[in-house]
C-alpha cells in the first residue's frame, strides 16, 4: 500500500482510515451465521427496486414450498437440493407502504416497505466516512428526517469462499439512524448522493452501503476476473490453499504467516502474565533487536514488561502509546489484545478497554515484527507511556525481557504481504457482495482508488473488471456505474512530471469512458493535503448525483466539466480543444493555473496557459516547441479551469508516453 505518500509534513488521517488499519485477525473473521428461512437484505422498512421483477430468497428443507405477495402480486417457487429457494415477483407501483408476505414453512412479514430506486454504494474509507464526521454534518443530522430514504448497511466480513448470509438491516432514515455506526454513521457521500436525486426525481430510494476502509479494488473482485492478471496469480493460488485447508478468513497473508511460524501466537499466547519468561534476555525498549542478535535481519520478537498501579485504578479513559514500529505490533495488556498495526507511520495510540487494569501488578507485551534493518521502535523513549483516565501517566522506556519468536532472515519464507489488515484478492466480493446478488437495484456509486493508487496501470484492468463482475454477478444488464475520480491530497509538488495519484484518476476517467453506461464525478477542487479523508464531503455527493440524473434519470442537467478532445499546435504552443464547455471556460482564481507542456525531450515546464473561446492556449519560454500537455497532473493540483456550470476541468494529458515509475 502506498503509505509512504500519505504522509509528508503535517498530514493526518481520519479516525475511519486509521481503525481499519490497526484490526485484529479475530475481528475481520466474521463468524458465518446460520441460514435463514430469508435473507437478511430483505426487511421491514427495505426499499424494492422499481420497473423489474424483485428477487427474494432464502433458505428451506429441500422440496418446500414457497410463496411471496405483494398487493396482489404474486409468485411461487420450490426450494433446490440444497435448500436454497428463490422466487422472483414484480412489484406494485412506486411509493408505499406495503406489505410484503412470504409463506412456506415459515411465515415472514415485512412492513413499511416502499417502492423506489436501489443504489449500491461501494469503495473504501472516503464513501464509509459517516455524515456525523463530514463538514456540518451534525447539523445535518439533526434535521434528517427523511421517511422516504431508507438505509442498509453491510457489516465488515472476510471470506475466501461465497458467504451466503449479510449482515445488516433496513433503517428509516432520521436522526437517530444517520448518524448510528462508525466514523460518523451512515456514507456522506451516499446520503447527499440520494438527497440530491430526491429532490429532482421525488421517489423513495434505497442505499445499500458496502465498503471498507484500506481495501483495494481487487478485493472486491473474483478470482475468474482476476484469473487474467498474472500478476495476481500467486495471490489467488495461495487463497485457493487457504481456503481447501479451512483457514480463518483473515483476509491478510501476514496473520496467516504468524499463525504458521510465531510458537508466541499459539495457544495461550506469549501476552499471558502467567507465562515463565525468566529464561528471556533483558533488554532496552526503544531498542532490544540488538540485544536479541536480530537487528539487520527480519524477525518476530515478543518483549514483556512489568508494571504497578495503585490500589484504586483512576477511573477514566487509558491508553497505550508506543509511536510508530517498524514493522506490525500486536499489543496485550494483561493478556487482553489491545491493539495491532502495521502501518509504520501511525503512531500507536491503543484504547485500554475498561476492567483490563488493575491495582498492583500489571503486564504488557509486545509482539513485533520487524521487516527492515535497525531498530522496530522508531520512536522517541519518553513517547512510550500508559496514560491513566485522571491524565497520570506510567513510563514504559527502559528495561523489558525479550526473545526472539521467528529469526526470517534468508531461506525463511517470508509473507506475501506485510498488512495486517484484509487487502487479499476477493475476500470482500465473496463476504459483501455475493450474499447481496441477485437484489434487484438501480445501479451502483462507487469511491475507490487510494489503496490502488501504488499501481496505477494494474487499475486500468482492474476497475473495468471489477464493473463487470459486479454486472455479472446482479444479472441486471448494464446498470449505471458512477466513478468518484479522487480529490486532491498531499502538498504540491514544484516541478511537473509523473504522479500515481493522476494515473489513478487517468484509469478511472478511461473506465468511465470505455465501459458502457459509466460515469465520472470529478473532485479535483475538493480535498484537503493533509489528510485523505477530507470532509467535504456533499459535493461529492452531490456531483454523484448529477451522473445519474444526466445518465440513468434522463435530466437534462449538466453533469461533467470541460473534457479535453483534441490538441492542435500552433506558433510557440498548443491549443486544447474541449467538450462540455457548457456557457463557456472559465477560470476560477487569479492564474490559470496546473497546465504543463513538453517538448521533444519529454520534459515537462510548468506552463503560460489562456482561455480562447471553447480552447485553452498553452506556451513556455523554456519549451519552444510543444509536442505534448498536461493538466492537473499531479496530486494536488490547482483546479482552475471550469465551465459555465462551475463543474471542474477532468485532469487530462494529450501524451501517451509511459510513464516512469508506476504499474
Known amino acids: 500500500m502506498l503509505v509512504a505518500q500519505f504522509f509528508r509534513s503535517g498530514i493526518t488521517v481520519s479516525a475511519a482510515f486509521a481503525a481499519a488499519l490497526t484490526c485484529s485477525a479475530g475481528e475481520t473473521a466474521e463468524k458465518a451465521p446460520q441460514l435463514p428461512f430469508l435473507s437478511p437484505i430483505f426487511g421491514d422498512d427495505m426499499v424494492l427496486q422499481r420497473g423489474k421483477p424483485n428477487r427474494f430468497w432464502g433458505w428451506a428443507n429441500p422440496g418446500e414450498k414457497i410463496r411471496v405477495e405483494i398487493e396482489g402480486k404474486a409468485a411461487n417457487g420450490i426450494a433446490a437440493s440444497d435448500g436454497r429457494w428463490s422466487v422472483a415477483v414484480d412489484v406494485p407501483p412506486v411509493g408505499g407502504p406495503y406489505v ?3 409463506h412456506g414453512p415459515q411465515d415472514a412479514y415485512l412492513h413499511n416497505v416502499l417502492v423506489g430506486d436501489v443504489w449500491l454504494c461501494g469503495g473504501q474509507s472516503n464513501m464509509y466516512l459517516g455524515v456525523g464526521a463530514t463538514n456540518d454534518g451534525e447539523e445535518e443530522i439533526k434535521t434528517a428526517d427523511h421517511p422516504d430514504l431508507r438505509l442498509y448497511m453491510v457489516a465488515r466480513r472476510t471470506a475466501y469462499s461465497r458467504a451466503e448470509v449479510p449482515v445488516g438491516s433496513w433503517k428509516v432514515c432520521k436522526p437517530a439512524t444517520l448518524g448510528v455506526g462508525g466514523a460518523g454513521g451512515f456514507s456522506a457521500v451516499a446520503y447527499y ?27 472486491w473482485m473474483s478470482a475468474a476476473s482476476l484469473s487474467g492478471m498474472g500478476e495476481l496469480e500467486p495471490q ?30 499459539k495457544g495461550d499466547t506469549w501476552g499471558d502474565p502467567s507465562l515463565d519468561d525468566g529464561g528471556w534476555k533483558i533488554v532496552d525498549v526503544p531498542g532490544g533487536f540488538l540485544e536479541l542478535g536480530v537487528e539487520a535481519s527480519p524477525s518476530v520478537c515478543w518483549f514483556r514488561r512489568e508494571f504497578t498501579l495503585p490500589d484504586r485504578v483512576p477511573d477514566g479513559d487509558a ?17 487482553r489484545w489491545i491493539g495491532a498495526s502495521s502501518w509504520v507511520e501511525n503512531p500507536r495510540a491503543y484504547h485500554i478497554p475498561p476492567g483490563v487494569l488493575r491495582p498492583g501488578r500489571n503486564l504488557i507485551a509486545l509482539r513485533v515484527f520487524k521487516v527492515k534493518p535497525g531498530d522496530g521502535f ?6 512510550l507511556r500508559i496514560e491513566l483516565g485522571d491524565g497520570s501517566l506510567v513510563a514504559l522506556a527502559g528495561k523489558w525481557r525479550g526473545v526472539v519468536s521467528v529469526d526470517a532472515r534468508p531461506p525463511h519464507r517470508l509473507p506475501m504481504d506485510f498488512e495486517n489488515y484484509a487487502t487479499m484478492p476477493t475476500v470482500f466480493y465473496h463476504g459483501m457482495i455475493e450474499p447481496l446478488a441477485p437484489l434487484a437495484i438501480t445501479g451502483v456509486i462507487w469511491y475507490q482508488g487510494e489503496a490502488n493508487a501504488a499501481r496505477p496501470l494494474q487499475y486500468r484492468k482492474l476497475l473495468p473488471g471489477l464493473i463487470a463482475d459486479w454486472r455479472s454477478l446482479f444479472q441486471q444488464g448494464d446498470i449505471p456505474f458512477y466513478i468518484v475520480s479522487l480529490p486532491a491530497f498531499m502538498h504540491r509538488r514544484n516541478e511537473p512530471g509523473d504522479d500515481g495519484w493522476a494515473e489513478v484518476r487517468e484509469a478511472q476517467a478511461l473506465a468511465a469512458r470505455s465501459v458502457p453506461n459509466a460515469g465520472l464525478a470529478v473532485t479535483i477542487d475538493t480535498g484537503d493535503a493533509d489528510n485523505i479523508h477530507p470532509r467535504e464531503k456533499k459535493v461529492v455527493g452531490e456531483r454523484l448525483a448529477l451522473c445519474a440524473l444526466a445518465g440513468n434519470y434522463h435530466v437534462d442537467v449538466t453533469c ?29 482564481g487569479q492564474d490559470l493555473d ?19 473561446g471553447d480552447t485553452v492556449i498553452v506556451s513556455s519560454s523554456s519549451v519552444p ?14 483546479a482552475t479551469l471550469f465551465n459555465g456550470a462551475g463543474l471542474p476541468a477532468a485532469p487530462f494529458r494529450t501524451d501517451d508516453w509511459p510513464f516512469s515509475d508506476s504499474g
Open 100 to 102: 410484503v408476505r412470504i
Open 193 to 219: 448522493f440520494a438527497r440530491k436525486v430526491q429532490r429532482e426525481i421525488h421517489l423513495p430510494i434505497g442505499l445499500v452501503e458496502d465498503c471498507v476502509g484500506g481495501s483495494p479494488a481487487e478485493s
Open 236 to 265: 489467488n493460488a495461495a487463497i485457493e490453499t487457504l481456503r481447501s485447508k479451512g483457514a480463518p478468513a483473515y483476509g491478510s497473508f501476514l496473520m496467516h504467516w504468524l499463525d504458521e511460524y510465531d510458537p508466541g501466537a
Open 319 to 335: 491508553r497505550v502509546f508506543l509511536g510508530s514500529i517498524e514493522k506490525m505490533d500486536t499489543t496485550y495488556i494483561n493478556g
Open 378 to 383: 522508531l520512536a522517541k523513549p519518553d513517547v
Open 560 to 588: 461533467s466539466g470541460p473534457t479535453f478532445v483534441s490538441a492542435e499546435p500552433v506558433p510557440g504552443g498548443l491549443k486544447l480543444h474541449f467538450s462540455n464547455a457548457a456557457g463557456g471556460l472559465f477560470m476560477r
Open 594 to 612: 496546473a497546465f504543463s507542456v513538453a517538448g521533444p525531450d519529454r520534459k515537462w515546464r510548468w506552463a503560460d496557459a489562456h482561455i480562447s
Open 625 to 638: 516547441r510543444p509536442v505534448a500537455a498536461r493538466y492537473a497532473w499531479e496530486a494536488n493540483p490547482a
